[in-house]
């Protein structure tokens, strides 16, 4: 089991920048891969990045890529989101997701609430 908890979200304009957090507790954080997801209203859940459990290897949606910078400390069980030049369209809440597949994209076991990202144009 592990626990997820997001923060640093927030109301942010265009061209912006967020650094989103994700704090893990349970088992040790390394033996898992994590991945950001998020939620845009009246859609569904979609991949965003993901990072293996060592942190050198990272897998981005095409619509992120050369914006946002996924990280990982685990020496503090944390994982980041580092967006850049946000856009009205990365609206949505954004989900940290923990994973011991060896998917990037699905198959995550265990999500945190969710830290509400709004990007004003």
């Known amino acids: 089991q592990v626990q997820l908890v997001e923060s640093g979200g927030g109301l942010v304009q265009a061209g912006g920048s967020l650094r989103l957090s994700c704090a893990a507790s349970g088992r040790p954080f390394s033996n898992y891969r994590m991945a950001w997801f998020r939620q845009a209203p009246g859609q569904g859940r979609l991949f965003v990045a993901a990072?293996?459990?060592?942190?050198?290897?990272?897998y981005y949606a095409d619509s992120v890529k050369a914006r946002f910078t996924i990280s990982r400390d685990n020496s503090k069980n944390i994982v980041y989101l580092q967006m850049n030049s946000l856009k009205p369209e990365d609206t949505a809440i954004y989900y940290c997701?923990?994973?011991?597949?060896?998917?990037?994209?699905?198959?995550?076991?265990?999500w945190g609430q969710g830290t509400q990202v709004t990007v004003s144009s």
């Open positions: 990072i293996n459990g060592g942190g050198s290897a990272t």
């Open positions: 997701a923990a994973s011991t597949k060896t998917i990037w994209t699905t198959g995550y076991d265990y």
